[in-house]
Each structure stands twice: as structure tokens, then as C-alpha cells.
């Protein structure tokens, strides 16, 4: 009886988790900037700090994450990682930004603040295709 219910269990989160995966279509995300030589620094920063900090910097650390350095953002929060370097289609915090997947992840939050643009997801796109530096 209880080895069925284990197995039961197993099914059910391998379920969960295939639908998770299988709700975040990233054909529809935005391409990658063309842009070259993409630097934390001087091309994500100045987005990170209009859009994200309030809530991801020094005041607050919603969901643990701080997105005030490169060091910080690359470490990421409670789930991290939120970043896989040189594959921005795998890394979460661009689903967020590009308001693909689950709704209540998407970054800044409903209500919350301006989506980022098009441009701005395919300059985070090409700063992490780039190796995130
Ligand atoms: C108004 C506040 C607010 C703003 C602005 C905001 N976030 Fe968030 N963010 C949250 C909250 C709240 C959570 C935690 C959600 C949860 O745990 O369910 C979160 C979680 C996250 C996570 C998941 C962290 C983890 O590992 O669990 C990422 C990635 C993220 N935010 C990225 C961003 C980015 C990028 C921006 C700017 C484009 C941004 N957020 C702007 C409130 C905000």
C-alpha cells in the first residue's frame, strides 16, 4: 500500500514538473541583440536599476535575489539559478522579463512596473549568450 502511494507521488511531481517546463514556450521570446561586446556594467545595469532594484537591491531582496551587481545577479535567488550562461533561452530571469510561462513570475510582477521592452529582453539575451560578464 504504501509503495503505491510513493509511486503515485513520483508521478504526480514528474507530471508537475513536465507541465512546468512544457508551459514556457520560448519561441517566443524576443531575439538576442546583434549588439557586440555586451557588458553588465554598461548595457544591463542601467535596465536592472530603472525596473528591478527597488525590489531586488539594497531596501528589499524579493524571492533573495538582488540584481545590483553582476556577482549578485549571476548568484541569483531562492531559485536559482536564474541564469545559464551562454543560453539565455534556459535561464529564467529572461522568461520573466519577456512575460512568458507562468504569469506569476513574470518580472516586474503584474501591476507592478513597465515590461521591459523587446529591446531590452534581447540586449539581457545577448549579455548572458555572450557569457554573462
Ligand atoms: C515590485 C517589486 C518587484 C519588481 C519591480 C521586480 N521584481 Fe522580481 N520579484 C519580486 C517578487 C515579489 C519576487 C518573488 C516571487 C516569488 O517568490 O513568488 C521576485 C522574484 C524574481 C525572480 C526569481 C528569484 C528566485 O530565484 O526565486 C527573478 C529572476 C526576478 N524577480 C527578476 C526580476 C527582474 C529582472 C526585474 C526587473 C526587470 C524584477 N524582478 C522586478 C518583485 C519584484
Known amino acids: 500500500m504504501k509503495s503505491i502511494r510513493i509511486s503515485h507521488l513520483l508521478l504526480l511531481s514528474t507530471a508537475g514538473l513536465l507541465m512546468e517546463a512544457a508551459e514556457v514556450d520560448i519561441s517566443k521570446l524576443p531575439p538576442a541583440a546583434t549588439k ?28 533573495k535575489l538582488r540584481l545590483d551587481s553582476l556577482e549578485a545577479t549571476l548568484k541569483g535567488g531562492e531559485d536559482a ?6 543560453d539565455s533561452a534556459k535561464s529564467t530571469l529572461v522568461h520573466s522579463v519577456a512575460r512568458i510561462g507562468e504569469e506569476d513570475d513574470f518580472m516586474p510582477p503584474k501591476g507592478k512596473g513597465d515590461p521591459l521592452t523587446k529591446e531590452e529582453v534581447g ?9 554573462a560578464k
Open 36 to 63: 557586440s561586446g555586451v557588458k553588465f556594467e554598461t548595457d544591463i545595469k542601467p535596465i536592472f536599476e530603472k525596473s528591478c532594484v527597488k525590489c531586488h537591491g539594497a531596501e528589499k531582496q524579493k524571492g
Open 123 to 131: 540586449l539581457i539575451r545577448a549579455w548572458i549568450d555572450q557569457g
Open 81 to 86: 539559478p536564474n541564469i545559464v550562461p551562454k
